[in-house]
């Protein structure tokens, strides 16, 4: 039975011994697949020595120094922990295992590693500066945090790029970067960043979050709703994926409505129901953009063109590539008669489309604008632009009489001078209106005096036609005959308003 028992023993030690130097051989021929970094190979060598040797803390930590090669931190990671649990002074281990928390943005876990392996060899000089970049991180969380609650999002977007230097693999950093990037408006970069970690792992509920708020706040809110229920059913308690959904489901509801009414003809309605809308998410830049500019078209239909003008005008603030707000506040400025504006936002538009259509509303505002540069004869005899023959001789016999020298003769000579010149602008403007041709011409923008057409006239002879008969009225004579002239001028200028011939 001794020498049975001895015999065991023999068999068991050579067995064990031999299971050794087999688990040796498969982390050398790993070690030789490492140098030429062929690290898919190394992995399966360093697989069979840990299956044969499961109890060896360098296996685990060679395995891990592969992993982490081939960017599978958390794998790493997990060996890693393993090495230091089986020998609780492995260097190596408990560098790995810090480098692996540090990678994956764990800061205050790499620190407490990185503590260890001080205290295993203190004068260890790379671990002194991962212990640096492990405080560089929590010095970026914390000026991150702060950031965005202050909404500066491009300090985020700073901060985190600043983390991920050393902490490449930290989902947590990438999805704050994103949806930051997505609250500026940058949302190509916002998706590309979600993608890549939604590649890595399909089910991650921060980056499909991430991936609706961009649809969201590009105005494709039914596809944004379906990332965001399937954020939640990854992550059911993901509080902003909720609000998101409830906020897009809202917004698109009541933008909704607003159409309604103004198909309908509710104006007012639909006025109240975009500025409903423009509440539920200011951070909602095309959406609210198009809801200003929806509501400026109601307002232009309510006469409120100022109103139209200043929500145009916050429309193209938040998307400065919207056609059509340029469009509609242009309208708004022709409306209003500011025709240099209407040129401008005119101008804009056909740049950027050189359609035939934008081309000729440009021309037809760089006509308004010419023509408003002109003497206006409508305001000169105070008439609108449909104003009869009948209305035309009564706004001439008012503003003549008003304006006549003779009966400004005391007053100072800057003011005779001043009336002078307003009565004959009177005749001027009588002249061209009361032309057919010439009020043809005038309503089309072209210039009277480039067009050849007959500007010759005498304001007084226009006068004389009107109240003097063959003569007209004189001020010559004596001082009689001036004074009565005066009071005749006098009772015409009060019985001007009357429709009847004088």
């Known amino acids: ?64 120094a592969t992993f982490m090669m081939l960017s599978r931190y958390r794998e790493a990671l997990e060996d890693s922990q393993q090495a230091v649990r089986l020998d609780d002074t492995f260097v190596k281990g408990h560098m790995r295992e810090g480098k692996c928390h540090l990678l994956l943005g764990n800061a205050m876990a790499a620190s407490r590693c990185f503590q ?72 190509p970069e916002a998706q590309s960043v979600a993608s890549d970690i939604l590649r890595m792992d399909s089910t991650n509920g921060d980056a499909l979050y ?80 198009k809801l200003y500019c929806n509501r400026a078209t109601v307002g232009s239909k309510l006469n409120k063109l100022e109103q139209a003008i200043e929500d145009c005008t916050k429309a193209i603030k938040l998307d400065e590539t919207y056609i059509k707000a340029y469009l509609r506040r242009a309208q708004c400025y022709m409306d209003t008669e500011q025709y240099e504006e209407a040129v401008r936002d005119y101008e804009k538009v056909y740049q950027t489309e050189k359609t035939k259509e934008h081309k000729n509303l440009l021309k037809n505002a760089q006509l308004e604008l010419k023509k408003s540069k002109r003497k206006d004869y409508y305001k000169v005899l105070g008439v609108d632009k449909n104003a009869t023959e009948d209305e035309l001789k009564k706004a001439y016999r008012k503003r003549a009489l008003m304006h006549h020298p003779d009966r400004h003769s005391g007053a ?49 002879n226009i006068f004389k036609a009107f109240f003097g008969g063959p003569g007209g009225f004189s001020f010559e004579g004596n001082s009689c005959k001036a004074n009565l002239y005066l009071l005749l001028l006098h009772l015409l200028i009060q019985c001007s308003d009357c429709t009847v011939n004088h």
């Not at 050393?166 to 990037?181: Q, T």
Request: aromatic share 12%; proline share 2%.
């Open 1 to 64: 039975l001794a020498w049975t028992k001895v015999f065991e023993i023999a068999l068991l030690s050579f067995l064990f011994v031999s299971i050794r130097r087999e688990a040796e051989g498969f982390k050398e021929q790993g070690n030789v697949y490492y140098v030429k970094k062929d690290y898919a190979e190394a992995f399966n060598f360093y697989t069979k020595a840990i299956d044969l040797c499961p109890k060896n803390a360098s296996y685990y930590g060679n395995r891990a």
């Open 116 to 187: 260890k392996v001080l205290e295993l060899e203190p004068d260890n000089s790379q671990v002194q500066q991962e212990l640096k970049n492990a405080e560089s991180i929590l010095e970026f969380e914390r000026l991150a945090e702060i950031s965005f609650e202050k909404r500066d999002f491009r300090m985020v977007v700073f901060c985190m790029d600043r983390a991920l230097e050393p902490a490449s693999a930290c989902h947590r950093f990438k999805v704050l970067k994103a949806e930051c990037l997505a609250l500026l408006g940058r949302y």
């Open 210 to 289: 991430v991936r609706g708020l961009c649809l969201y706040y590009e105005d494709c809110i039914d596809k944004a709703v379906q990332f965001f229920i399937q954020a939640l059913r990854m992550a059911p308690d993901h509080e902003k994926a909720r609000l998101a959904c409830r906020n897009a489901k809202a917004l698109k509801a009541k933008k909704e409505e607003g159409n309604k009414a103004f198909k309908e003809g509710s104006f007012e309605e639909a006025y109240d129901l975009y500025s409903e809308a423009l509440t539920i998410d200011p951070n909602n830049i095309k959406t609210n953009a």
């Open 412 to 460: 100072s000579a800057e003011m005779q001078k001043e009336e002078e010149k307003k009565f004959k602008e009177v005749g001027e403007a009588f002249t061209v209106l009361s032309d057919p041709k010439k009020k043809s011409r005038y309503d089309s923008g072209h210039d009277l005096e480039d067009d050849d057409m007959n500007m010759d006239f005498d304001a007084n």
